[in-house]
């Protein structure tokens, strides 16, 4: 009389998905946001698409996309104060700081690239409603 085999265990190996390269906005719930790095940069541009939501975060050597839209995610939520990069030449942002320009209730140094891109936002959706 002959016994049969142990039966063998599949071995079944898990899919690994890449982190995404595009994310959810949290102003206009499109996946439109996409993160933009150059090499040996301090900093990196996070924008949105569709609704040009957009603002420059601190870029670590370990960072990955998905880490710049967590912090663009908490500086547009309002649970974390935007990282400003030194700025070298005169851009629309300074002469906003110039200006005191402090129309959504924020100190006149916060968010300058997210405000003035809301800013404009809510001015194309006056124009065309």
């Known amino acids: 009389m002959e016994m049969g085999r142990r039966r063998r ?3 079944r190996k898990k899919v690994i998905k890449p982190p995404p390269k595009v994310f959810t906005c949290p102003i206009c719930n499109e996946e439109a946001v996409a993160v933009y790095h150059e090499d040996g940069s301090d900093y990196a541009e996070v924008i949105c698409s569709n609704c040009k939501a957009r603002a420059r975060v601190k870029w670590l050597p370990s960072y990955m996309a998905v880490d710049a839209y967590a912090e663009f995610y908490d500086i547009v939520t309002g649970s974390k104060k935007s990282v400003e990069p030194p700025l070298t030449e005169t851009t ?3 002469k906003i700081d110039e200006q005191g320009d402090n129309s959504f209730g924020q100190e006149p ?3 300058f690239n997210i405000l003035r891109n809301f800013k404009e936002y809510l001015t194309d959706d006056a124009e065309n409603p």
């Open 9 to 11: 265990r599949r071995i």
């Open 92 to 94: 629309e942002a300074t």
């Open 109 to 111: 140094s916060r968010n």
